[in-house]
């Protein structure tokens, strides 16, 4: 294997979080209960753009690298060779022994399922486990997570601007590292139709798409005839899959007319031809152009790939300069933008713009030594940042029209069922929505119980469902917080008995010695 | 295993370099000997700030997963199962059957060595191989080599920003999934002085870094007493290694008192404290307030580690706002800086600002029937940017300081002795540099040999020798080339005989049918 079992099993993880577990495990609070929970505090911002929301990813795989990991020999070993500065073993022998059977299996985990548009300072994953495992968690839970649902955002919202149309994700060149397979699941989930990355498509089951590059054409310029001949070989070899790159030589001069006669060709041997794919120069223009020389030689339904640094910005002012431009050029643009492909690469897979998501994992209750809870509290933090100790509920409200209207944090045990509902503004005190039954159609739980002591208790599917969860999400989502520039920004919301709580601690905060 | 073998295998890589492959394999091109550069277009450009120029990464890694993949049956069985759009099988038996032998051992390369300083627009590594094999290596090379190479060049920056002084590596839990420890390992190519990476730094033989998060002093802070009590348990655990992390409740007004308290009772004990860390707040002014509290309780030598959203920008402010704010407060500015250390995470890990490098792997050179080598271009790019055949060599000119005065591309076969040396400019005819004797104190082959078909014909060393590399090259760098804002442009030039080529080159290529 390229990623060697210290990297990638149970140490792949940061050291203070080892350093804090043997810290635990010395004072007898190994395996006290705490409660973590997994949030983050703002939308992507991009710059010129910003996200109105997020799309949740990566949860199958940390489950299932939690189920898989387990701490092996040479784990130990190493961490038995570690010394501190005065050269003794920074790690015990009963740590290391006790580390030897430590394990994700005593896990519990409540969760928002993968795909789900999310909002910012809303529990999106809750950890109960053994203080010391909980703890050693954080880091691969945060990178499993984070960086699966920035992409999945960024996606999304490419995915948005190409009017949900087919979107390719072509990003593994320049992706970062190993990261190009789980961008590649994310980008999935994220609604991409499908992926150049052939290994990962083939491991989640999905077809990868791809034509062919530059370079063959430019070989068979070499040494083999010319662009012509490369697109008629293309063509025998793949006569149901022909897909040709048109911009080696010259797009409108060489490129397109060359593949109109290979295209005709085909049709006389009876297959129909796929499309062409622009790769450099005004991706918009040369759409339009296409098109037409498509139209007129009698192939008005090829495809038109689209790829050359495109996000969901760039695909956003193609389409528009599309609908300024195709009249000009006596074609209809509705029918260019329907044939329209989006291979996108770099800018999706890195989130450009944005290229870390700011998720967080923060214990908020532990078990004292009679085994009640206690809330966790970063005092320096501000009242309103302040996380809530125990397992809160996650609610959607949807109103008459069947929108989602707020989110909402409750005590766990709360059903907002109760009428009118009463929804809290998390940090301008006083403010807040009363909402009747007649406008309220729907309420939706969004944390479901994952596992139980690491046992799975839920199947929530693959990348397919998870596809699904985000469609759905988007047709009950405000166009206004769907928005690519300045989005509307959508209601979280706390439930009265969550704000009375969280009164309560704050005065009790009082009581604890700094 | 969590990364699968399909998914990090040999079709780690695009789909369409397999496409491409059968084609060549179906027209009896596959084993033409073909030769692929590895360059990149320009340094990466953070917005605000941009790089003078990039540090090289990712070969080894690269080298090892070429020597170590094979092709598996589970390869072929996944490749053998995909239909074209007909329902026809994609990839025939007898493609199947000569891909099940396919390997990297068939490689020849010649590549500038990880750590070193490099400029646009040169080779970096130069690729010869039967062209089924070098095209399909395409999406592996650049993957591995662009993410590094981006993460070195960063981290590089925020190490010069620190003035080459104590930077660790925190990115992990917002790093790109699995890229995480290709991060890693750039980044400490790049300069950086440890990691927080547990499972990579073991994997490279290196010591990690880290203390503790706030999570630990809440735990104590619930059930176990308060901040005193954890910094207590901390310095029981690691006497020799207690860095307390002293901003969860106030920083001034509790945390560096606490840690004082704790450091005066460690020294009693015999051991000597290694320091704080500051993760909120003004940095820079907390710094200088802890510095004085620090050095009025005795310890004016402990280490403060600095983090919080840190890249070379903010790390260049801190140290001016110290160096102005620490008089104020009768500290010694200097004294200041001297014991900061700098933990930077996901800017560094993502390269904030500008989050892909664009490296490209171009055919240059293919053989036709007859075994020689005919040039494969690309006649849409602008003369400028045409690539060469041929395998090229790569220079570096250093001045009579022994400074390096610009990268000199030429044909394989010279050697840059003649004086004086001429220097074209790549672009803007007739623009150059004469360079003569007394001027030159070296020239310094950059590429070197790296395998022959496949056998390893150097040992280049691992991350320790390119983190020398780096440093041996920044010394020899100009000091307006490093500058962190709009830096000095560094010459690449061509050789006069490479010069003359292209123009036999460029007058040839009417002759080449469109």
């Given at each position: 294997m390229v990623i060697s079992v210290l990297a990638?099993?149970?140490?792949?993880?940061?050291?203070y979080q080892l350093t804090m577990a043997q810290l635990y495990h010395r004072f007898g609070l190994h395996d006290r209960l705490a409660q973590f929970d997994y949030s983050y505090r703002s939308n992507p911002d991009y710059g010129t753009h910003q996200a109105g929301y997020a799309v949740t990813a990566g949860l199958g795989p940390l489950l299932d690298w939690m189920d898989r990991t387990r701490v092996e020999p040479a784990d130990t070993a190493a961490l038995g060779a570690l010394q501190s500065?005065?050269?003794?073993?920074?790690?015990?022998r009963d740590f290391l022994e006790w580390m030897s059977s430590a394990?994700?299996?005593?896990v519990s985990m409540w969760a928002v399922p993968e795909g789900r548009i999310v909002h910012p300072n809303t529990p999106l994953a809750v950890v109960e486990a053994p203080l010391a495992i909980a703890q050693m968690l954080e880091t691969p839970l945060l990178n499993h997570l984070n960086y699966a649902s920035l992409i999945a955002t960024k996606a999304s919202r490419v995915v948005e601007a190409a009017h949900e149309g087919p979107v390719f994700e072509f990003g593994m060149r320049r992706a970062p590292g190993w990261g190009a397979n789980d961008a590649t699941r994310a980008a999935l989930i994220g609604g991409?139709?499908?992926?150049?990355?052939l290994g990962m498509s083939l491991e989640l089951g999905l077809a990868s798409q791809g034509t062919h590059g530059h370079s063959m054409v430019q070989v068979f310029m070499s040494i083999a005839g010319g662009e012509l001949e490369a697109f008629r070989a293309y063509a025998d070899v793949y006569p149901d899959n022909c897909l040709l790159l048109v911009?080696?030589?010259?797009?409108?001069?060489s490129g397109v007319p060359n593949a109109v006669r290979v295209f005709e060709e085909l049709r006389s041997a009876g297959h129909e031809p796929r499309g062409i794919r622009l790769d450099s120069g005004d991706l918009a223009h040369l759409a339009v152009r296409s098109a037409r020389m498509l139209n007129e030689a009698g192939f008005p339904d090829v495809r038109i790939v689209l790829s050359s640094q495109l996000d969901e910005l760039t695909i956003w002012q193609i389409r528009n300069q599309i609908i300024d431009e195709a009249p000009r050029y006596e074609v209809e643009a509705a029918s260019v933008l329907a044939r329209l492909v989006y291979g996108v690469g770099s800018r999706m897979v890195t989130s450009?713009?944005?290229?870390?998501?700011?998720g967080v994992y923060k214990v908020v209750a532990v078990q004292n030594a009679s085994r009640e809870w206690r809330p966790a509290i970063?005092?320096?933090?501000?009242p309103a940042k302040l996380a809530y100790p125990g397992r809160k509920g996650l609610w959607r409200v949807y109103d008459q029209r069947g929108i989602a209207t707020a989110d909402l944090v409750t005590?766990?045990?709360?059903?907002?069922?109760?009428?009118p509902l009463h929804l809290i503004h998390?940090?301008?005190?006083?403010v807040g929505r009363v909402l009747g039954d007649e406008e309220i159609s729907d309420t939706e739980p969004l944390?479901?119980?994952?596992?139980a002591k690491g046992r799975r208790?839920?199947?929530?599917?693959g990348v397919a469902e998870a596809r699904s969860r985000r469609v759905a999400d988007l047709g009950r989502l405000d166009p206004g917080v769907r928005r690519l520039v300045n989005p509307h920004t959508y209601h979280v919301s706390l439930s009265p008995r969550l704000v009375d709580l969280k009164q309560t601690m704050m005065d009790a905060l009082v009581e604890i010695p700094g």
């Open positions: 990638s099993g149970f140490l792949f993880t940061d050291h500065a005065a050269g003794t073993p920074m790690f015990s394990a994700y299996s005593a991409a139709t499908a992926s150049s990355n911009d080696t030589i010259d797009t409108l001069g450009h713009g944005d290229s870390s998501f700011d970063k005092i320096s933090d501000s005590l766990a045990e709360e059903t907002p069922d109760g009428r998390p940090v301008q005190a006083g944390l479901i119980p994952i596992c208790v839920v199947d929530l599917g």
